[in-house]
T-cell receptor
Framework: DAGITQSPRHKVTETGTPVTLRCHQT?????MYWYRQDPGHGLRLIHYSYGVKDTDKGEVSDGYSVSRSKTEDFLLTLESATSSQTSVYFC???????????FGEGSRLTVL | DQQVKQNSPSLSVQEGRISILNCDYT??????FLWYKKYPAEGPTFLIS?????DKNEDGRFTVFLNKSAKHLSLHIVPSQPGDSAVYFC????????????????FGTGTRLTIIP
């Protein structure tokens, strides 16, 4: 058990509403990532964090923001959800083992 | 620009036979590669990796081969077992991998492997 949990695990929301997904780790790792998984696209990096209050964009960051006020928590926010953001979102922690990331179980988001 | 490509979305293999999953990459600066396995409703889990200084890495039933000149790697599973049915992703971290973290992985699109009993 890598000590990473995501919440909520499932959420259905309507277009235009804000949504926040939470990732919590108990491992005290510096680097954390948010990915989304979509058919035909694999996993794509949305945002990542390299420390408290230190974040940067990944390849598909438009429409998303993140925050990290504590080492253990990394939040992903959709300010105004759109149907194109219907996806499964995965958080990952990086223990510094050469790319061997530990992923959470995922948060399935449906935007109607 | 898909820098890591898995051209076979699905593969079916008889139990006990060899499964071969393929992955191609375009960025010649990539110097390390990983395979992840994903079951439904779970997060991906690390399976095996290979450094560009090697052309083969083996771990039990799993072997990864790297052909740098062709920019191609493959994962061999032998013998295949029903529990191997999953989606497999190949991935590459940013060039110049370290043990300090910040390995923003670029993933392929995945191959769904089904092992037929």
């Amino acid at each position: 058990d890598a000590g990473i949990t995501q919440s909520p695990r499932h959420k259905v929301t309507e277009t235009g509403t804000p949504v926040t997904l939470r990732c919590h780790q108990t491992e005290n790792h510096r680097y954390m990532y948010w990915y989304r998984q979509d058919p035909g696209h694999g996993l794509r990096l949305i945002h990542y964090s390299y420390g408290v209050k230190d974040t940067d964009k990944g390849e598909v960051s438009d429409g998303y923001s993140v925050s990290r006020s504590k080492t253990e928590d990394f939040l992903l926010t959709l300010e105004s959800a759109t149907s194109s953001q219907t996806s499964v979102y995965f958080c990952a922690i990086d223990p510094g083992r050469g790319g061997e990331l530990f992923f959470g179980e995922g948060s399935r988001l449906t935007v109607l | 620009d898909q820098q890591v490509k898995q051209n076979s979305p699905s593969l079916s293999v008889q139990e006990g036979r060899i499964s071969i999953l393929n992955c191609d990459y375009t960025n010649s600066m990539f110097d390390y590669f990983l395979w992840y396995k994903k079951y439904p409703a779970e997060g991906p889990t690390f399976l095996i990796s290979i450094s560009s200084i090697k052309d083969k890495n083996e771990d039990g039933r799993f072997t990864v081969f790297l052909n740098k000149s062709a920019k191609h790697l493959s994962l061999h599973i032998v013998p295949s077992q029903p529990g191997d049915s999953a989606v497999y992703f190949c991935a590459a971290p940013r060039p110049g991998i370290s043990n300090f973290g910040n390995e923003k992985l670029t993933f392929g699109t995945g191959t769904r492997l089904t092992i037929i009993p």
